[in-house]
């Protein structure tokens, strides 16, 4: 889909403004311009609440329809990701708008693959069809940040009354450069945790200047930030919808850096950091960061955006390009060659020497025009055949997951990725929740053309799954969910028995106690008590490394983020049901399945 000169500019001078601005930044609305037909009584607005777009998850977009016309109408939007030159990468919307009405609606755009921090920005293109809509092509948004050369870090969204003074100076440290002198490199610092990444001496400063209050209270909106910077006063502007959204994207391995003064945070909805600056929060954390006569210390908060590298929030292609024994123990399809040069040698000796002499003879060859198409849709059958012959059809993978449970409010996340090996397939469209987040994950040997997507609402098809291929996704969900597991301590000193209302039975259970005592038990059956038996810390890790053994980096991450938590129960289920899994494609067969419930126990639960 082509795009306006004009808004590719637009875009570019924006980010250039926002990175490279030394004065007063002020974090801005991209504008998506609609025209309409004069006097239609048709307005339209769309928005997006950020000078660029986290990439990734999804997109926060913003529509406004004033229907001034005597009928009520029906706008289609569809919403093509790619770079500047378009893509076959769509996502669908209708919105409905009586007669003599308006409508406000946000729209959550779901980013088909995960961030390479070494590509350019991409965009986010609109096609709006409806009554009064002059021209169907309007323009979009830009997705991702302008920085060249160096990859860039992990999303860093700030609010700005903390980015208007420290913006420009974190993009320059970054670099390795500051006025009046340079810095030490990168790998020199001490970092929390590192990746490939952390080691390079420069980086380019990803992400943008928010205000908070102009994002929707949905936790997707926020689902492409690795980390958020902002002050105890701009959490106290938020109403109760904006913080369980920021509460649930913390839940799900984000991390949120309030920059303060001495004394308690004293957050509303979040626990308060300890006395090393930090605490946990389901995958992802709430960590301090210290604030004096108006800002913060430059050489932390550059600490802080590298720690970002092992952020569970910060999901890049190069956490699945090495380091991913699945990917390497999977294989690839094979081509049935005996099967199908039997089928050409056969289809040759029908169309040539069978047709010539037996169907179409000399003195009938007018049959020619009949018997070449036959015969022709015939061979096509027979070499359709031998490759199903050959090859079978659906396909086979493996799945792992990790499901966060007990974290109050009844909810629970899920970060479950998948990698399948298909054979021919009949039919690629499937069903997922419309909120969850489907990325597509670009393996090492990907060479097929660019893949064509397309999503609608909660229905998906197109190249998320291709006949005779290898392919992998990423699926992250927050959702209702009443499952848990209770822990009965008793008196002092008595063995802890562990009840759950999971819908399944875990294999094997681990439970840390609020000492730091490691327990566990061979099953826990739904609805039965289970008494615990006492095991140790090596146990423990030792099970841990067994079943992370197929995970990904980032997928490790996010585990690694939440073991050894006082209180907490780990556990992994058999067959998962009640939603703690999200099948995709029928025809996949996940052939073996590693699915790891955790999650802080509940007190009491009753007999």
């Not at 390795?176 to 490939?196: D, F, I, V």
């Not at 096509?380 to 990790?402: C, E, F, K, T, Y």
């Not at 909810?411 to 987040?437: C, D, H, K, M, W």
Request: hydrophobic share 40%; proline share 7%.
């Amino acid at each position: 889909m082509a795009v306006p000169f004009f808004s590719r500019f637009t875009a570019v001078f924006l980010s250039l403004l926002v990175f490279f601005c030394p004065g007063r930044l002020r974090a801005a609305t991209q504008i998506c311009s609609v025209d309409t037909v004069p006097g239609s009584g048709i307005h339209v607005e769309v928005t997006s609440p950020a000078t660029s777009i986290a990439p990734g998850g999804f997109a926060p977009v913003r529509v406004k329809i004033t229907n001034g016309s005597q009928r009520a109408g029906i706008w289609d939007l569809e919403f093509s990701e790619g770079n500047f030159s378009g893509s076959s990468r769509v996502s669908r919307f209708e919105i409905r708008v009586a007669a003599g009405a308006s409508s406000e609606t946000w729209l959550m755009v779901p980013l088909s693959e995960l961030p390479n921090f070494r590509n350019h920005p991409s965009r986010l293109s609109l096609e709006l069809i409806g009554p009064g809509i002059e021209r169907p092509r309007t323009g979009g948004f830009q997705v991702g940040s302008v920085y060249s050369g160096d990859p860039g870090t992990g999303w860093v969204a700030m609010t700005e009354s903390l980015a208007t003074k420290q913006w420009g100076e974190l993009g320059a440290r970054l670099k390795g450069t500051l006025p009046g002198g340079s810095s030490p490199p990168m790998s020199e610092l001490p970092l929390a945790k590192h990746r490939a990444l952390s080691s390079l001496p420069k980086r380019g400063l990803a992400g943008a200047p928010v205000v908070i209050q102009e994002f929707p209270p949905d936790s997707r909106a926020f689902s492409g930030f690795a980390g958020l910077w902002l002050r105890p006063s701009d959490w106290e502007t938020l109403d109760s919808a904006r913080r369980e959204a920021l509460r649930q994207w913390i839940l799900r391995g984000g991390r949120l850096f309030v920059a303060a003064e001495a004394g308690p945070l004293g957050l509303a909805g979040l626990p308060e950091p300890g006395e090393n600056g930090s605490v946990p929060l389901g995958f992802g954390r709430i960590e301090r960061t210290p604030f004096q006569a108006g800002s913060m210390d430059l050489e932390n908060l550059v600490r802080q955006v590298i720690s970002l590298d092992g952020s569970p929030a910060f999901a890049s292609d190069a956490d699945y390009r090495s380091g991913w024994a699945a990917s390497e123990q999977l294989g690839k399809p094979t081509l049935n060659v005996p099967g199908i040069l039997l089928a050409v040698v056969l289809i040759a000796v029908l169309i040539g020497s069978v047709n010539l002499l037996w169907f179409a003879p000399p003195n009938r060859r007018y049959r020619l025009f009949v018997t070449v198409p036959l015969l022709s849709l015939g061979a096509s059958l027979i070499v359709l055949g031998a490759i199903i012959l050959g090859d079978g059809v659906g396909g086979a993978g493996r799945r792992n997951a990790l499901v966060l449970l007990g974290e109050g409010r009844s909810q629970g996340v899920l970060i479950q990725e998948q990698l399948s090996r298909t054979r021919f397939l009949f039919s690629r469209q499937f069903t997922l929740p419309e909120e969850a987040a489907l990325a597509w994950i670009r393996l090492n040997d990907e060479r097929h053309a660019e893949p064509k997507f397309f999503r609608e609402g909660g229905r998906l098809g197109g190249d998320w799954f291709r006949s005779r291929a290898v392919q992998a996704h990423l699926i992250r969900l927050n959702f209702p969910t009443r499952a848990e597991v209770f822990c009965r301590s008793g008196a002092p000193g008595a063995v802890p028995e562990l009840l759950s209302t999971v819908p399944d039975r875990m294999d094997r259970v681990f439970y840390v106690d609020a000492a730091g005592s490691y327990w566990t038990a061979p099953q826990l059956e739904t609805g039965r008590p289970q008494p615990l038996q006492a095991s140790t810390r090596s146990a423990f890790e030792e099970w841990v490394r067994e079943v992370r053994s197929d995970f990904s980096v980032n997928l490790s991450e996010s585990l690694s983020e939440a073991v050894h938590r006082p209180g907490w129960f780990y556990g992994t289920l058999k067959a998962p049901r009640g939603g703690l899994v999200l099948e995709t494609l029928d025809s996949v067969r996940w052939d073996r399945e590693t699915v790891l419930a955790l999650g802080p126990c509940g007190k009491g639960g009753g007999k």
